[in-house]
Antibody, heavy 122, light 107 residues
Framework: EVQLLESGGDLQQPGGSLRLSCAAS????????MSWVRQAPGKGLEWVAS????????YYAESVRGRFSISRDNSKNTLTLQMSRLRPEDTAVYYC???????????????WGQGTLVTVSS | DIQMTQSPSSLSASFGDRVTITCQAS??????INWYQQKPGRAPKLLIY???DLEKGVPSRFSGSGSGTDFTFTINNLQSEDLGTYYC?????????FGGGTKVEIK
């Protein structure tokens, strides 16, 4: 059974940094692209970033490019999102999500974690 | 960026009804659209991929159709467990973009 477990969400001041992690199990982690998708309170879904299976190709939404960095450690089955220069509009539940298609870039998300809440406020 | 315009934003229907949600893309996305269900307080769940393919384990009362810029998602024989918010998502071009969501309530 695929399991994705996010951690690291917290309250952070504007301009601060935060590191989110996603522990994956139940599937060959290095085979599939992985992504972060966020949802602001009471709002819809927003794709944030993706990384291909071997970690060599990354993709970002314009709203986070240059501030967030996605990476993966295939030896530990872990996905990471390093967030810096945080803004109040980054406040959201952040979901880790798996793509089932074996393509280098994301197509769809067939498994999701439970989410971790990031709050950016002074 | 490709804009996905989803409608309606909310609807109320009775058990057994047929529910239809539409999504219009701002440009041709061929059949590169997926549909998700999100129940309150839960992560989204993939229901339909590639416009019309049913994800494994998803009941057959859910279906999708369309190509190009206009897409339809249908729930036949609405059940109580179908309440939630439904989102379309395109993957023809990055950035991946989602529709604004349709909240489905049971009368």
């Amino acid at each position: 059974e695929v399991q994705l477990l996010e951690s690291g969400g917290d309250l952070q001041q504007p301009g601060g940094s935060l590191r989110l992690s996603c522990a994956a199990s139940g599937f060959p982690f290095s085979t599939f692209a992985m992504s972060w998708v966020r949802q602001a309170p009471g709002k819809g879904l927003e794709w944030v970033a993706s990384v291909n299976g071997n970690g060599q190709h990354t993709y970002y939404a314009e709203s986070v490019r240059g501030r967030f960095s996605i990476s993966r450690d295939n030896s530990k089955n872990t996905l990471t999102l390093q967030m810096s220069r945080l803004r109040p509009e980054d406040t959201a539940v952040y979901y880790c999500a798996k793509d089932p298609t074996k393509n280098p870039r994301p197509f769809r998300f067939d498994s999701w974690g439970q989410g971790t809440l990031v709050t950016v406020s002074s | 960026d490709i804009q996905m315009t989803q409608s309606p934003s909310s609807l109320s229907a009775s058990f057994g009804d047929r529910v239809t949600i539409t999504c219009q893309a701002s440009q041709d996305i061929m059949h590169y659209i997926n549909w998700y269900q999100q129940k309150p307080g839960r992560a989204p769940k993939l229901l339909i991929y590639d416009a019309s393919d049913l994800e494994k384990g998803v009941p057959s009362r859910f279906s999708g159709s369309g190509s190009g810029t206009d897409f339809t998602f249908t729930i036949n024989n609405l059940q109580s467990e179908d309440l939630g918010t439904y989102y379309c998502q395109q993957y023809h071009h990055l950035p991946l973009t989602f529709g604004g969501g349709t909240k489905v309530e049971i009368k």
